[in-house]
């Protein structure tokens, strides 16, 4: 909910479209004019600038208003933890399409006091047009819901963040949104941890595992780089109760010979210069030889680029390309253009 606050402290809810389910992008207030600016990004709607002239008024697009080429359902649902807690998800999908069962790919992040929310992206917009659902995960160790919900997902709590993101994945297939062998996972940086512990968790509730720029062996992460700065986040391995915490969850460490992992594509950054390449390195090499599933473990890594800034386009691009050439081959999506970008190639 976003409000605009009067100076006597009278408040009035601005109305964002899809009831707020979205992601705003900065905002700028001219207390002379009485006018404020925001930017706004949901699954459908990319990047734009709004204006909004008085506290009743209504947003105003300023630029370019679409119309937008891919036409969405986006919805927010809740999901109870296996402690009581109720973790946001947000999810999109084709309009006037069946919700399920279909192949799902979910996102999470959980750290950091980070929000991970709905924003456009073309390969999100491609997926759901071609017959997708894809599902954001509000997870403890972010900032949803103020400062309580980043602690309890950081430190000795930080598992809660992985049972938050089993929960919504054991959600989905229950709804009947789809089915284990139709859904897969992604996460970066933090997001990487993430989908990695999930992947040694729980291989059986998924199919396909995106662990992009990850840390990955966190009995040692703080030895290299930068990543000595985050143990107010993760915990201290030099510090013995805290490095139970660590190893208890550790993904590197619970690789288990012989168990069937889903497909999964490692990606990381020959100059990454804040998670250290070798976690991506050799838990690739791990996972290769202990899965029993048949499925492929692949190793991504960018020659000349960071840990995500300031790669070129053309990196942006192949790497983007990969990422969902993956996704669809193993969740068996056709990549399907949308009709006003037919009707323009035409």
């Known amino acids: 909910m976003l409000q605009w606050t009067s100076a006597e402290g ?15 992008m900065g ?32 947003l105003e697009s300023w630029g370019v208003d679409g119309p937008w080429r891919f036409e969405m359902d986006v919805w927010a649902e809740e999901v109870e933890g296996p402690d ?26 959980g750290g950091f006091n980070i929000a991970y929310t709905p924003v456009y ?20 160790g972010g900032s949803e819901r103020g400062e309580a919900w980043h602690q309890a ?15 919504v994945l054991r959600y989905l297939i229950q709804r009947g949104y789809t089915t284990a062998s139709m859904l897969g996972i992604t996460g970066r940086s933090n997001g990487g941890l993430l989908t990695g512990a999930l992947v040694t968790q729980h ?34 391995p030099a510090v013995y109760q805290q490095w139970q915490w660590l190893y208890r ?28 390449p070798l976690h991506a390195r050799k838990m690739a090499a791990r996972l290769q030889d202990a899965t029993g599933s048949g499925y492929p473990i692949y190793l991504r890594i960018e020659p000349e680029a960071g840990h995500g800034v300031g790669k070129t386009r053309e990196q942006a691009l192949e790497e983007e390309s990969d990422i969902w ?9 056709t990549p399907t253009m949308g009709e006003k970008e037919r009707e323009s190639k035409a």
């Open 325 to 333: 050439t993956f996704q669809c081959r193993q969740l068996g999506v």
């Open 153 to 167: 997902g950081m430190r000795e709590r930080k598992q809660s963040v992985f049972d938050d993101m089993t929960a």
């Open 249 to 276: 969850y550790s993904p590197y460490h619970h690789v288990v010979p012989y168990t069937k992992y889903p497909a999964v594509l490692l990606f990381t950054s020959a100059h990454d210069n804040r998670v250290a």
């Open 84 to 109: 009581g807690v109720f973790i946001p998800i947000y999810l999109a999908k084709k309009r006037a399409q069946s919700t399920g069962p279909v192949p799902t790919i979910v996102g999470g992040y």
């Open 10 to 24: 009278e408040g009035h809810d601005i109305d964002l479209p899809h009831q707020g389910i979205g992601t705003v």
């Open 27 to 58: 905002m700028a207030i001219d207390t002379n004019r009485q006018e404020a600016w925001l930017g706004w990004t949901s699954f459908d709607h990319p990047p734009q600038l709004f204006r909004m002239r008085s506290p009743l008024g209504p």
């Open 121 to 140: 992206s073309p390969g999100i917009a491609l997926w759901v047009e071609s017959g997708g659902l894809y599902v954001v995960a509000g997870l403890r």
């Open 203 to 236: 291989p059986e509730l998924m199919r396909s595992a995106i662990i992009g720029v990850p840390l990955l062996d966190m009995v040692r992460f703080d030895q290299f780089l930068v990543a000595a700065l985050w143990k107010d986040e993760y915990g201290d």
